[in-house]
């Protein structure tokens, strides 16, 4: 025991303090994840590094013990504060690019689920990439997408679910849209860790985005293409 209170992340190599973070994140250290964030960060690694092969693989690691009930949800609660901990400290990098701005997303997690760390990673990305981001937070009703929609005059709509059970929400979400005739008027991104290409297309959204970086990437040739047509 004594030996690993003894442990010190800055002498460890890079290759050890993932290894290290990884098991952090898994004990739920807020703290020792935040001193090693910061360590990387020094080191030389780009936020998107640390963010997916530290943060976002440790945190694969702590869901396949939830999903084999081998952690419980005080645990993972633990571990999803440290990882947040651990994004505090990127977003600055990840959002300070000074990059154009590329149109503007309403994004939050729907009715009945509270999960919000995958949406939280994509508001980063996106706002890292000159997308500017109004995040309306979990356990979202249709009205609040809607009322956050023509508020904040977006051009996209972005709707995570991690349950089975919330997931069929989005297409309430958006055949609501499409009654009220505004359908058409934005973008629709879905995403969240049970959703699939297929499920994309039969609720009607534009794209399904597996990860953050590629939401970007969607957003990004999505939005081009839209300025492109009502330019022609
Ligand atoms: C952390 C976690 C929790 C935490 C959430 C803390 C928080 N603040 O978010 C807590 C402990 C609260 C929790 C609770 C529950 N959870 Co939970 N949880 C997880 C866990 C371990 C990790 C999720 C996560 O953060 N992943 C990391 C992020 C980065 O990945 P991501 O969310 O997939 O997001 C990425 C992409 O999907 C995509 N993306 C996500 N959203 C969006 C949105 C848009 C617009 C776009 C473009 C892209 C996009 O980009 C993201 C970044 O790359 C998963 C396991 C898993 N494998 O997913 C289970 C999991 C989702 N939970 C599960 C369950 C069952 C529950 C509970 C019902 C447990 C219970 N019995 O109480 C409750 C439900 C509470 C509720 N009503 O929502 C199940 C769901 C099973 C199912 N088939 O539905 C999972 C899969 C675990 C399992 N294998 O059993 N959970």
């Known amino acids: 025991m004594a030996d690993e209170d003894d442990i010190i992340l800055s002498e460890l190599d890079d290759e050890e303090l993932v290894q290290q973070m990884h098991d952090d994140l898994y004990d739920g250290l807020k703290e020792e994840i935040e001193e090693a964030v910061n360590i990387l ?3 030389g690694w780009t936020p998107y590094d640390i963010l997916t092969k530290a943060l976002v693989a ?20 633990l571990a999803a504060n440290a990882m947040k901990g651990g994004m505090a400290i990127l977003k600055p990098m990840l959002v300070e690019t000074g990059a154009p701005r590329m149109g503007k997303m309403v994004i939050g997690t729907v009715k009945g689920d509270i999960h919000d760390i995958g949406k939280n990673l994509v508001a980063m990305m996106m706002e890292g990439a000159g997308f500017e981001v109004v995040d309306i937070g979990i356990n979202n009703p249709v009205e609040n997408y809607l009322e956050a929609l023509e508020r904040e005059e977006a051009d ?77």
């Open 156 to 232: 996209i709509l972005g709707m995570s679910a991690l349950l089975t059970t919330t997931m069929p929400y989005m297409k309430v979400v958006i055949d609501t849209m499409k009654e009220k005739g505004i359908r058409d008027n934005y973008l629709v991104l879905v995403g969240g860790a049970p959703l699939n290409e297929e499920f994309g297309k039969a609720i009607g959204a534009d794209a399904y985005c597996r990860d953050a970086a590629i939401s970007v990437e969607i957003a990004k040739d999505m939005i081009a293409r839209k300025h492109n047509q009502m330019g022609a």
């Open 41 to 43: 960060v020094e080191r």
């Open 58 to 77: 440790g945190m694969t690691v702590v869901g396949n013990d939830f999903r084999d009930g081998i952690l419980f949800v005080p645990e993972v609660l």
